[in-house]
Nanobody, 124 residues
Framework: QVQLVESGGGLVQAGDSLRLSCAASGRALHNYATGWFRQAPGKEREFVATISQNGASTIYADSVKGRFTISRDNAKNTVYLQMNSLKPEDTAVYFC?????????????????WGQGTQVTVSS
């Protein structure tokens, strides 16, 4: 099993940038495709981005394409989410999650391990 811990969230203004980190312990993260999801108040959790085990393949939600970049450093057992040009609608708790396979359709139920989340708040 792999345990995941997110960090890097905070309060920023619209247009600012943040980088989230997802650090893994237990089993090595390079065994897992890793994704970022988010949940805004009163809304269901939604997919943001995912990256394959070797980092060669990525998928983004349309709402973040061109603004967010997912990357990984397997030597550091960490996956990142660089978020640029943040908007108030990006406000949410951001979760990282691991899946044994990189899926072309990254459904939430395919991710078996989840972190506790980190809050991102974007003020207008």
């Amino acid at each position: 099993q792999v345990q995941l811990v997110e960090s890097g969230g905070g309060l920023v203004q619209a247009g600012d940038s943040l980088r989230l980190s997802c650090a893994a312990s237990g089993r090595a993260l390079h065994n897992y495709a890793t994704g970022w999801f988010r949940q805004a108040p009163g809304k269901e959790r939604e997919f943001v981005a995912t990256i394959s085990q070797n980092g060669a393949s990525t998928i983004y939600a349309d709402s973040v394409k061109g603004r967010f970049t997912i990357s990984r450093d397997n030597a550091k057992n960490t996956v990142y989410l660089q978020m640029n040009s943040l908007k108030p609608e990006d406000t949410a708790v951001y979760f990282c999650a691991a899946a044994p396979t990189f899926y072309g359709t990254p459904l939430e139920g395919r991710y078996s391990n989840w972190g506790q989340g980190t809050q991102v708040t974007v003020s207008s």
